[in-house]
T-cell receptor, first 120, second 114 residues
Framework: AQKVTQAQTEISVVEKEDVTLDCVYETRDTTYYLFWYKQPPSGELVFLIRRNSFDEQNEISGRYSWNFQKSTSSFNFTITASQVVDSAVYFCALSEDGPESGAGSYQLTFGKGTKLSVIP | EADIYQTPRYLVIGTGKKITLECSQTMGHDKMYWYQQDPGMELHLIHYSYGVNSTEKGDLSSESTVSRIRTEHFPLTLESARPSHTSQYLC?????????????FGQGTRLTVV
């Protein structure tokens, strides 16, 4: 069965500090996708990034960067120069092909989320 | 920007009442989902649908039921609300593209049963 672990329940940083959110996953499949979502106080989950299991190239988007390492089954998310607007709950998620994904194929399995508070 | 809407945003209701949480999307997505989010933030899949007339139960057992009569509409019903149903309910949809497609989420309905 697939599993996603976000060991950090809550993190507080001072504005302009860098922060890394950890995500470790378990899967038996060789083909899978990893996602990060942001849940601001308004409630909806906002898609941030998708990465497939064959693409270990790190990605940078503005102040956001993602480090995917298959050797350690990790997909960590770094926010550089954090801002108050980054305060939210961040979810890492895994999707794999086939019946092993649990409730049917193609379902997202979410981690428990990391609540990030950026203090001005 | 995602076009998926949930109503109501907040609902406080008495025990034993029947309630329906509405979810609509205008993106023409075949797949739709309901997640229950507990106070500890964890998301649990309770229902999903592959398309019209398709409904499946998710990983977390739920006393709620769903229907999918139209592609754009995926309501969730509780026949008799109980305090244990108090939670945040999130609706989502995705394209029929397999496991590489991201889901788009509504803003959620925060349900309180008193």
């Amino acid at each position: 069965a697939q599993k996603v672990t976000q060991a950090q329940t809550e993190i507080s940083v001072v504005e302009k500090e860098d922060v890394t959110l950890d995500c470790v996953y378990e899967t038996r499949d060789t083909t899978y996708y990893l996602f990060w979502y942001k849940q601001p106080p308004s409630g909806e989950l906002v898609f941030l990034i998708r990465r497939n299991s064959f693409d270990e190239q790190n990605e940078i988007s503005g102040r956001y960067s993602w480090n995917f390492q298959k050797s350690t089954s990790s997909f960590n998310f770094t926010i550089t120069a954090s801002q108050v607007v980054d305060s939210a709950v961040y979810f890492c998620a895994l999707s794999e092909d086939g019946p092993e994904s649990g409730a049917g194929s193609y379902q997202l399995t979410f981690g428990k989320g990391t609540k990030l508070s950026v203090i001005p | 920007e995602a076009d998926i809407y949930q109503t109501p945003r907040y609902l406080v209701i008495g025990t034993g009442k029947k309630i329906t949480l509405e979810c609509s999307q205008t993106m023409g997505h075949d797949k739709m989902y309901w997640y229950q989010q507990d106070p500890g933030m964890e998301l649990h899949l309770i229902h999903y649908s592959y398309g019209v007339n398709s409904t499946e139960k998710g990983d977390l057992s739920s006393e709620s039921t769903v229907s999918r009569i139209r592609t754009e509409h995926f309501p969730l019903t509780l026949e008799s609300a109980r305090p244990s149903h108090t939670s945040q309910y999130l609706c989502a949809s995705s394209e029929w593209g397999g496991f590489n497609t991201e889901a788009f989420f509504g803003q959620g309905t925060r349900l309180t049963v008193v």
